[in-house]
């Protein structure tokens, strides 16, 4: 089945410095995925952070930006420069027409921005 | 304000009682979901309805039921809590079911069985 491995634990990090999670994916579709990015905040649910459905396409929002990389089946979160409103659980998601669309989800990432 | 409100926030249950968890959401969304996140795993699909009064399994149905009263209301019912479904559970909504679908999610239950 579809699997989705991303950077495990707590990641810290100062203000200003700058952010990646990594990502890789595996999954049973002929073609390709769609992979996306979900951020939960503190006291807040999941929201959509950013998609990409074509393999080679950035994704970009809120500063952040990642790259579906088809043959490392890669899709790592990168941000230049973090700010403190960044601490957050991060999610590497896919969805997958052969599991019906459903979405698989990596354990999450959670990020401290140190001021 | 949240579109997907979850209640409660949080609750403590003994091991072979009942739980309920409730789910509302005002996004006029016919998709809803029920998600659970254990330590060292990511969300897991629990059960997943798309109109009122119809219920589908998700990846990990066991042990657990759930109700569709409403568009607007989804609830999750445990019959027997059991100390394995100690979690984190969110509730979502979505328009359909797209491969580029975007999930609208609660701010989570978690729930701790004794």
């Known amino acids: 089945g579809d699997s989705v491995t991303q950077t495990e634990g707590q990641v810290t990090v100062s203000e200003s410095k700058s952010l990646i999670i990594n990502c890789t994916y595996s999954?049973?579709?002929?073609?390709?995925?769609?992979l996306f990015w979900y951020v939960r905040y503190p006291g807040e649910g999941l929201q959509l952070l950013l998609k990409?459905?074509?393999?080679?396409q950035k994704g970009s929002s809120r500063g952040f930006e990642a790259t579906y990389n088809k043959e490392a089946t890669s899709f790592h979160l990168q941000k230049a420069s973090v700010q403190e409103s960044d601490s957050a659980v991060y999610y590497c998601?896919?969805?997958?027409?052969?599991?019906?669309?459903?979405?698989?989800f990596g354990i999450g990432t959670r990020v401290l921005v140190r001021p | 304000e949240a579109a997907v409100t979850q209640s409660p926030r949080s609750k403590v249950a003994v091991t072979g009682g009942k739980v309920t968890l409730s789910c509302h959401q005002t996004?006029?969304?016919?998709?809803m979901y029920w998600y659970r996140q254990d330590t060292g795993h990511g969300l897991r699909l629990i059960h997943y309805?798309?109109?009122?009064?119809?219920?589908e399994k998700g990846d990990i149905p066991d042990g657990y039921k759930a109700s569709r009263p409403s568009q607007e209301n989804f609830s999750l019912i445990l019959e027997l809590a059991s100390l394995s479904q100690t979690a984190v559970y969110f509730c979502?909504?979505?328009?359909?079911?797209?491969?580029?679908?975007?999930?609208?999610f609660g701010s989570g239950t978690r729930l701790t069985v004794l």
């Open positions: 996004n006029n969304h016919d998709y």
């Open positions: 998601a896919l969805s997958d027409r052969s599991a019906g669309n459903k979405l698989t």
């Open positions: 990409v459905i074509t393999a080679g």
């Open positions: 309805s798309y109109v009122a009064d119809s219920t």
């Open positions: 999954a049973t579709s002929i073609g390709y995925p769609n």
């Open positions: 979502a909504s979505s328009v359909g079911t797209g491969v580029a679908e975007t999930l609208y």
